[in-house]
């Protein structure tokens, strides 16, 4: 129970963080394109994984090689799912994707108890149609028209899982932060290379205006809110962990009224009933 309780607290303070995510991203995205943007974050975010694993003592842990084939997986699916999601978000909302990543939890049902051939009840199936009813009313939010951000959400939020999935067994090997050091240092050169081939670069002056929120997004929204999560799945299912994530879209609208005064517009609102409805029913026992 104590084991339980402590991964519900880290999710908690997780989904706290994960709300300011796709604001804080937003702002940096005004200055620098997607790809540098994720670079330079994860730059940040690397060097908060490589000195907490230092003062931790588990330095050795990176060459445990029993280890890489979940850590080399979850590394590549876990960097194209954000390469998405920065992407994204230069066409999207902080709150539509807010709410569609949330459909991570739907992905999780389907790939784990449809095709993963796990018991499921009519109320589980009832919660992923709900779910997926949540989806449509953000991705054709007018005309019935495709929204190419959105749409790369959606497609992030359907790796997560299977990238959670291989964190979750390097977890079992290694500690968090070995897991997350491992995923950024072997994605900073992948990033870079696509980067110098896909986009400009930023200039020194976009650079000034932004680097204080490339901190604060690399050091606590993809550095230590990424242990916390990690530290929460090693404790508690994945899929209860994905329906803890309800709170995440909740405070996402909060803090983008709060620093953007932007208000969650009707069909947000729409929206996010039946996604974190869906994810409600989908964690009811069988």
């Known amino acids: 129970m104590q084991k339980q309780h402590t991964g519900e607290l880290s999710l908690l303070a997780f989904t706290f963080f994960e ?28 060097l908060t994984f490589l000195s907490v694993l230092i003062i931790q003592g588990k330095l050795r842990q990176l ?7 979940p850590l080399i997986l979850s590394a590549t699916l876990m960097s194209l799912a954000f390469v998405f999601i920065y992407t994204g978000l230069t066409y999207t909302s902080a709150g539509n994707m807010s709410i569609l990543i949330f459909l991570q939890f739907f992905f999780s049902f389907l790939y784990f108890n449809v095709i993963g051939k796990e018991l499921f009840s009519r109320k589980h199936l009832l ?21 190419k951000g959105d749409l790369l959400i959606v497609l992030a939020s359907a790796i997560a899982p299977i990238a959670n ?53 690399g050091i606590l929204l993809m550095g230590l809110s990424k242990i916390l999560w990690l530290e929460g799945i090693h ?51 069988v």
């Open 165 to 217: 999935y291989y964190q979750k067994q390097a977890r079992q090997q290694v500690s968090s932060s070995t897991v997350l050091t491992f995923r950024s240092f072997f994605a900073i050169p992948i990033l870079y290379l696509l980067a110098v081939n896909l986009e400009i670069a930023p200039q020194w002056q976009e650079l000034e205006k932004v680097w204080l929120y490339i901190a604060m997004c």
């Open 235 to 285: 404790r508690i299912s994945i899929t209860k962990a994905s329906a803890m994530m309800a709170l995440i879209p909740v405070f996402t609208l909060l803090f983008s009224w709060l620093l953007f005064d932007t208000i969650p517009d009707t069909r947000q609102l729409l929206a996010i009933v039946p996604v974190i409805y869906g994810g409600f029913l989908l964690t009811r026992a």
């Open 63 to 69: 060459i445990q090689f029993s280890a890489y084939r």
């Open 19 to 46: 709300g300011w995510f796709p604001v804080i991203t937003l702002l940096i995205l005004q200055y620098i394109q997607p790809v540098y943007s994720y670079l330079l974050t994860i730059c940040f975010a690397s």
């Open 127 to 147: 919660g992923a149609f709900i779910m997926a009813f949540g989806a449509i009313i953000i991705l054709f939010p007018e005309n019935w028209s495709f929204n």
